[in-house]
């Protein structure tokens, strides 16, 4: 059988000595002890499937959408295997091999329609509360869609509210380029209105090309090259036009695939917003924030750890802002992983609950994050369950 995105990661699979390592550290394991859906597993499978054993797409592409992405696995494996990279590739060849379904297939194209799709995002936000109410009505929804709770969606997209080149008062230090994304620009416009203002306030200018579309991580994630294609061609040709010296995204999953999948013109300048802070810190400087007389913790993202440049910017950050109380908390997962809180959102909100425990244990009031996804993970938690806690983007409060 022909089988090319398997051929790409013979070679990794091949590195896999069987140890179970990955077992012991992936957080969806400790939930559904099933080891063949997991990264051991999946290299068992990809192996068997290069040497002729034929399986079942549908069943294959079922078992692989128990993964969060977090790359745990990965980061762990004693034999340095790129446990995502065959996740990846296993999800591309079943799309290869039985299609897209029709929401899916459609998905990329409306989505670089920037305008529409916040149109339209705006209006299942405003209505989703009548759906949810009436159950039996999300039973006609793309199977895609049952687990949406969409949060309140900002109209119009930010590339409207703001000009395309932002320039500071003062000496230029810096030029930089803003990656959107499309939490950022659909739904956290605070943190990214605010975060543009700390920059122009420390010198340093700002373009955000108007022709630059989503990352295309949710379609790389599910294994749709084509479409994650088409988002890489949209943006090249948009960020390409422009001169800068560093690309910034407030997103570690927007940070992950442009840094991990991108042609270098991008990927050679990503980095995390909290990379650039730290960088532009004077020695010693303290940080104004907005959570004076605050006590806070903060929830490392899955997708920003497995980032290569992030040694704990975010803590460094938190712990120079001044009048706060810093409370640490142990590392976990929030249950999200894109997609996969759609594909699975019991055991998604079971996740999130024991995360939220964690949390609360510290005896914050404020959880800071980096990530729009864990943010809208767990304050819908903490909502649904009653906890006094606000979950906020870091970029939102630095001053
Ligand atoms: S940790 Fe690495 S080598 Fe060990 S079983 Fe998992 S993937 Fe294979
Ligand atoms: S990426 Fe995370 S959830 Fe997926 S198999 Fe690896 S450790 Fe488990």
């Given at each position: 059988m022909d089988c090319t995105h398997l051929e790409a990661v013979r070679e990794e699979v091949s590195k896999?000595?069987?140890?179970?390592l990955c077992l012991s550290v992936c957080p969806l394991y400790e939930e559904?002890?099933?080891?063949?859906?997991?990264a051991r597993g999946r290299n068992i499978v990809c192996e068997e499937i290069l040497s002729g054993r034929s399986f079942q797409w549908q069943v294959l592409a079922e078992r692989l959408?128990?993964?969060?992405?977090?790359?745990r696995c990965g980061r762990s494996c004693p034999a340095g295997l790129k446990a995502a990279e065959v996740t990846f590739a296993l999800r591309a060849e079943a799309i290869r091999q039985k299609g897209l379904p029709l929401f899916k297939a459609l998905l990329p194209h409306l989505i670089t329609h920037r305008g529409s799709f916040g149109l339209l995002l705006s209006l299942v936000s405003l209505f989703q509360g009548f759906w949810i109410r009436n159950r039996?009505?999300?039973?006609?929804?793309p199977g895609f869609l049952k687990g949406l709770r969409l949060p309140p969606v900002r109209f119009p997209p930010l590339r409207y509210r703001v000009a395309e080149r932002l320039v500071p008062?003062?000496?230029?230090?810096l030029k930089v380029a803003f990656f959107l994304g499309c939490a950022t620009e659909y739904v956290f416009q605070k943190a990214a209105l605010n975060f543009l203002r700390f920059l122009l306030n420390r010198g340093v200018e700002v373009v955000l090309p108007r022709g630059q579309v989503c990352c295309g991580m949710p379609f790389y994630g599910w294994g749709d090259r084509k479409g994650f294609q088409l988002m890489v061609s949209k943006n090249l040709k948009a960020f390409s036009a422009v001169d800068f010296d560093y690309l910034l995204t407030l997103c570690p999953s927007c940070g992950q695939v442009l840094k991990g999948?991108?042609?270098?013109?991008?990927a050679g300048k990503t980095l995390d917003f909290t990379e650039l802070v730290v960088g532009l810190l004077h020695k010693g400087e303290g940080l104004r924030g907005s959570l004076a007389g605050k006590r806070v913790t903060y929830h490392h993202p899955c997708h920003l750890a497995a980032?290569?440049?992030?040694?704990?910017q975010p803590e460094k950050i938190i712990k120079t802002m001044e009048g706060l109380e810093f409370l640490e908390s142990p590392n976990g997962c929030c249950g999200m992983g894109g997609s996969f809180a759609m594909e699975h959102p019991e055991l998604s909100q079971k996740m999130a609950s024991k995360r939220l425990k964690e949390l609360l244990k510290t005896g914050a009031d404020v959880v800071l994050t980096t990530c729009p996804g864990c943010i809208l993970q767990l304050s819908h938690t903490a909502k649904r369950e009653g906890a006094s806690l606000e979950v906020i983007h870091l970029a939102e409060v630095l001053l």
């Open positions: 896999c000595v069987k140890c179970g559904v002890p099933r080891e063949l859906l997991f959408s128990w993964c969060l992405g977090c790359n039996p009505f999300l039973r006609h929804l008062r003062g000496k230029r230090i999948f991108y042609p270098d013109l991008m980032q290569k440049g992030i040694e704990g």
